[in-house]
């Protein structure tokens, strides 16, 4: 728990009391009442010095007693070194307390000895195998070690501006401007001049910070104003107009102490002194930890009152009208253990604090996700899928009290690092996952496409427009997992389009997708058409390209198009001619068998007469071809017989050729 007085007095206290019978002085009673109070600071000075004076041997019983209650002092100070020592030396005085073990295997959790919890965990759960403290326990140490290899794309640093020598927490906006955040202090500057009973530091004040003309915060003030008293102020939340505080207020009064929820107005950037907002008639209850919906409909909290699944649970009830609306938010969020500090950012969305799902140590940062109901689902029972969000965000210390900023960014509070079991503000980040395709738009000889749009639409309704570089070149921003459909287009040109997913991986990605547009005003070779030698009869090789020209003419069903064949020089000018006609009708009857209209083909054979002129394709296929060669006999026969047989072998081609544009059915 918490070493604040608002987050930890009058909660669920240790289930052991010392049991010292007659040795039991003034001084021991007077240490026994503020552990019972929750006053951990100022029970640990007085058991420490007990522990100090009783050090005879026929005293070890009893200094092992009182090096169990030091314990628990220091695990509820979230000093978890010092807690783990204290056991161990219960244990060595041979102690029987039933959750020694138990007690230490959390303080070595809590201090990242995970090993060493592990093996503390499972000691204990031979005695007590359906624990579910020690089974929670033992899971999260099993996963905190591939948490932190995993890691998150998470930045994390403690935010100095905000952070005095004593503790800072729970940060807040003041509303959708983020100019403003307040937070609690319990540094040398807060106006209560009573020291708390629990942390042994003054007891804490609201302070604010707003941001200069650069952005910038500046040195944080306490709110003046009869907002803070010396009592012991909280958490803090804000309507969405930031006109209302509604903050957590820890009040002793005698025994027992209780926190309650106290609200606060806003007039000329004065807050009111608060005043008491009643949420039952329980008196007995704690209730803490404000968050305020974005509609402004709901107060979120944490409380133990009876009713929830045990220690504190999170709560809702309806700011307007209260009544009937008190809602537990159910068994998947809340567990035996504690649940903390909500944070709503949508419907669907809510982050928390908790140990009692398996974490790092002590309460760890949890986001749970409303899951959608399936179609005829009428139970009332909401369904979430509750992540442990990872490290940096988590520690084995607490880590709690989310407020998010612009994006994937803000502050939380945190005890890492702290031997002291302080807590500090820490800011975080989610850089945006670079996530982009790029590519070129070409011609089908390689050269760029002058004016080439490219349009990318997404099934998650985004819709994306620009023009390609003079280079050809485009590229847009994407987003994970979305199925995205793009075209490509240019005037004198017919349109290539693309489909492909992003995939889910948390990181960085690049695609790459090239159109290559087919001109209009000039022939285009299909690639990969085959005949067996000296016949018209298509290889069974050739109709993947031929689909490919399927695709594309339905794709553009106002175009006619010329098929023609093209033989090398080897053979008759006569019979090359006819071979090659007859190719092409080759050609034409597989389109027409592939439901293309005879009226949209012209079969065309040239023969060798039509030699090909080479692109910068070409040449980067055949570096030995120059670009701009004609490819005639008479060049062909001046070149070596390999080159020769590869000058042939481009010669020997079908091409595509547009020559109407408005066919209609």
């Known amino acids: 728990m918490k070493r604040i007085l608002y987050l930890t007095v009058g909660l669920l206290m240790a289930s052991m009391v010392l049991s010292l019978g007659s040795c039991k002085g003034p001084k021991l009673k007077e240490a026994d009442e503020a552990y019972d109070r929750g006053e951990y600071y100022d029970a640990s000075v007085i058991y420490r010095k007990l522990y100090n004076y009783y050090k005879r041997k026929e005293d070890a019983w009893l200094r092992g007693e009182l090096a169990f209650q030091l314990g628990m002092c220091h695990l509820k100070l979230n000093q978890g070194n010092r807690a783990a020592a204290a056991f161990q030396n219960a244990i060595r005085y041979d102690y029987e307390g039933t959750t020694t073990l138990l007690r230490l295997a959390q303080s070595q959790q809590r201090d990242g000895q995970y090993a060493a919890a592990i093996k503390s965990y499972d000691e204990y759960l031979e005695a007590f195998p359906d624990d579910w403290e020690a089974l929670v326990g033992r899971r999260g140490c099993e996963l905190a070690p591939q948490w932190k290899e995993e890691g998150s794309r998470y930045i994390v640093k403690p935010f100095k501006m905000f952070n005095s020598r004593r503790a800072d927490y729970c940060p807040m906006y003041l509303d959708k401007n983020m100019e403003f955040i307040y937070y609690t202090s319990t540094n040398e500057k807060s106006t209560g001049e009573l020291r708390s009973e629990i942390t042994g530091t003054k007891k804490g004040d609201i302070y604010f910070s707003k941001k200069d003309e650069k952005g910038n915060w500046t040195r944080p003030e306490v709110v003046d104003g009869g907002l803070n008293t010396e009592h012991d102020e909280g958490a803090a939340a804000f309507s969405p107009d930031g006109s209302t505080m509604y903050l957590a207020r820890a009040v002793r009064q005698d025994w027992p102490t209780t926190v309650e929820i106290y609200t606060s107005t806003r007039s000329e950037a004065k807050w009111s ?49 209260k009544h009937g609306t008190l809602e537990n938010l159910g068994p998947q969020i809340n567990t035996k253990g504690n649940e903390r500090f909500p944070n709503v950012r949508t419907d669907s ?44 965000m988590n520690s084995s210390a607490d880590d709690f009290g989310l407020t998010f900023g612009e994006g994937e960014s803000g502050f ?171 190719r092409a009708q080759s050609v034409v009857d597989y389109l027409i068998e592939n439901g293309i209209p005879r009226e949209r083909l012209k079969p065309a054979g040239y023969g060798e007469s039509r030699p090909k002129t080479v692109t910068k394709r070409i040449h980067s296929q055949y570096p030995q071809f120059e670009e701009g060669v004609t490819l005639t006999e008479e060049f062909i026969k001046t070149l070596s017989k390999e080159d020769r047989e590869a000058a042939d072998q481009i010669n020997r081609r079908t091409e595509f050729q547009v020559i109407d544009t408005t066919y209609e059915y």
């Not at 608060?274 to 409380?303: C, M, R």
């Open 273 to 321: 002194a608060p005043q008491k907002f009643e949420i039952t008639a329980d008196t007995l209850s704690n209730y803490t930890d404000p968050f305020v919906s974005p509609d402004g409909h709901w107060l979120y909290f944490a409380s133990d009152m009876p009713g929830g699944q045990g220690g504190t649970d999170i709560w809702r009830i309806n700011i307007k009208d």
């Open 349 to 392: 969305l809510l982050y928390f604090s908790s140990d009692g799902h398996p974490g790092m140590g002590g309460l760890d940062l949890f986001l749970a996700t409303l899951q959608p109901r399936e179609e005829g689902d009428k139970t009332s029972m909401d369904r979430w899928v509750i992540e442990n969000m990872g490290v940096p």
């Open 412 to 582: 939380f509070s945190s005890n890492r690092g702290d031997a002291r079991g302080y807590d500090h503000i820490f800011s975080f980040i989610k850089p945006d996952l670079q996530v982009w395709i790029s590519g070129y738009v070409v011609d089908k000889d390689d050269e760029p496409v002058p004016n080439a749009v490219i349009r990318i639409v997404g099934s998650d309704g985004s819709n994306q427009k620009t023009a390609a570089r003079p280079d050809g070149s485009f590229s847009f921003d994407l987003q994970r997992g979305v199925k995205y459909a793009m075209l490509a287009s240019a005037e004198g040109y017919l349109n290539d389009r693309q489909e492909f997913e992003s995939d889910i991986a948390e990181e960085d990605a690049e695609y790459n997708v090239d159109f290559i547009l087919a001109a209009t005003f000039k022939a285009q070779v299909v690639e990969n058409i085959f005949y067996d030698f000296d016949k018209a009869v298509l290889r069974d090789e050739s109709k993947v390209a031929l689909d490919s020209m399927v695709l594309l003419l339905k794709e553009h069903p106002n175009i006619v198009v010329e098929m023609a064949s093209h033989t090398d020089r080897v053979g008759s000018e006569k019979y090359n001619q006819g071979l090659s006609q007859r």
